[in-house]
């Protein structure tokens, strides 16, 4: 385990209710940690590409939740997001990791929308993220699983070009609540469900 994470991350992490998840998808995400460490052991550094069709919710909130991850089980695995189409990183998505024990930044602007440092730790880099196309230039290339969160974007992008292997993790849009009183509870959900996932994914490499 990393020391470096800020604690209340930390404590967030360990009581992930990862006795929810049912059987058949707990062997499809061990079995993602079996690939991982495979990859690994040859490349010694991997990437991790979230998709989703807005890159502005669910991509968002995986790739800061899975770099977490990789920081936590100290892994040399780093995450990245994109979409098939260009919105924003949304309000909500980045209150939901604030509230879990994320620190974030606004910074420059790229385009018409705004970037944000997201932090885990006071002594790694964090990642600065927005919304962008998955063929972004400051995306992976080439040696990465690239990770679908939602169907659309699947459909929208079958072949994603350097990708070793396509997943499907879907994941319920909180985008349906923004205009309800439980819009947070929902999101804050939503990632409670990808991190207790991928604090599987990750752990299996380990195993």
């Known amino acids: 385990m990393n020391d470096a994470i800020y604690d209340k991350l930390t404590s967030w992490i360990a009581n992930l209710p990862i006795e929810n998840i049912d059987v058949n998808r707990m062997n499809m995400l061990t079995e ?88 885990f730790s006071d002594q790694e880099n964090g990642a600065i993220m927005w919304s962008k196309l998955i063929d972004d230039p400051r995306n992976p290339k080439e040696d990465f699983i690239a990770m679908f969160t939602c169907d659309q974007a699947a459909e929208a992008c079958p072949i994603v070009f350097g ?31 990808i991190a207790s996932e991928l604090k599987i994914v990750f752990a299996s490499v380990l195993n």
């Open 32 to 119: 993602i940690g079996k690939n991982l460490r495979e990859h690994l052991a040859v490349k010694k550094q991997f990437n991790l590409h979230f998709l989703c069709t807005h890159n502005s919710r669910r991509s968002q909130m995986a790739q800061a939740l899975g770099q977490l991850m990789a920081s936590f089980f100290d892994l040399p695995i780093s995450c990245f997001s994109g979409g098939t189409e260009v919105t924003a990183f949304h309000p909500n998505a980045i209150q939901c990791l604030r509230a879990i024990g994320f620190q974030i930044y606004e910074k420059e602007n790229i385009g018409n929308q705004s970037t944000f440092q997201v932090n």
């Open 163 to 193: 990708s070793l292997q396509n997943i499907k993790l879907n994941y319920q849009d909180p985008k349906i609540y923004d205009s309800l009183k439980n819009a947070h509870k929902a999101y804050v959900k939503c990632a409670i469900k």
